[in-house]
T-cell receptor, first 112, second 114 residues
Framework: QKEVEQDPGPLSVPEGAIVSLNCTYSNSAFQYFMWYRQYSRKGPELLMY????GNKEDGRFTAQVDKSSKYISLFIRDSQPSDSATYLCARTLSGSARQLTFGSGTQLTVLP | ETGVTQSPTHLIKTRGQQVTLRCSSQ?????VSWYQQALGQGPQFIFQYYREEENGRGNFPPRFSGLQFPNYSSELNVNALELDDSALYLCASSSGSREGNTIYFGEGSWLTVV
């Protein structure tokens, strides 16, 4: 079993839709959780990070962590064609705060 | 713009050759990590340097080695290249601060082994 599981998609939605991207993880020692956006042939761009259960909002993006279920989600409201990218979830272990384990990424296309 | 710069952006090598990839970390960041990203996969952790010393390593063979310099820039060296080493190599930098956990990536170096 992979430490971080992510539905690879691809996921295609119409412009303006609410997008839900999800990951599950297997190790309870995980401390920090991040979401990265990666455009084609570019490096990952940090969108959000959180270290506690609950929701964290930043503009159109909401990150949600449920540590009891080992489930993390990213919601995108009012999706735009410019949101079309691969979204990567990642986590760090407690005590090794800067070593990331990534999911395989979900490819999102927002259609105009 | 993350302030993490990598070079070269693209290169082609022959199986068995050696390659050196370079990274300049964001100003003020003393921790540099390297990741390998195969096509269609998430990045895989190779190793991490903190204040010029390796302080973490993923499941990669010894032919993957690195250095961090006093200015916190870094190199990734890969010896005896294999076809499966073809991937995007990413450098990430972060600060030693325990506040938050912001890790920023460069644009990567695309390596093709033929």
């Amino acid at each position: 079993q992979k430490e971080v599981e992510q539905d690879p998609g691809p996921l295609s939605v119409p412009e303006g839709a609410i997008v839900s991207l999800n990951c599950t993880y297997s190790n309870s020692a995980f401390q920090y959780f991040m979401w990265y956006r990666q455009y084609s042939r570019k490096g990952p761009e940090l969108l959000m990070y959180t270290y506690s259960s609950g929701n964290k909002e930043d503009g159109r993006f909401t990150a949600q962590v449920d540590k009891s279920s080992k489930y993390i989600s990213l919601f995108i409201r009012d999706s735009q064609p410019s949101d079309s990218a691969t979204y990567l979830c990642a986590r760090t272990l407690s005590g090794s705060a800067r070593q990331l384990t990534f999911g395989s990424g979900t490819q999102l296309t927002v259609l105009p | 713009e993350t302030g993490v710069t990598q070079s070269p952006t693209h290169l082609i090598k022959t199986r068995g050759q050696q390659v050196t990839l370079r990274c300049s970390s964001q100003s003020g960041h003393n921790t540099v990590s390297w990741y390998q990203q195969a096509l269609g996969q998430g990045p895989q952790f190779i190793f991490q340097y903190y204040r010029e010393e390796e302080n973490g390593r993923g499941n990669f063979p010894p032919r993957f080695s690195g250095l961090q310099f006093p200015n916190y820039s870094s190199e990734l060296n890969v010896n005896a290249l294999e076809l499966d080493d073809s991937a995007l190599y990413l450098c990430a930098s972060s600060s030693g601060s325990r506040e938050g956990n912001t890790i920023y990536f460069g644009e990567g170096s695309w390596l093709t082994v033929v």
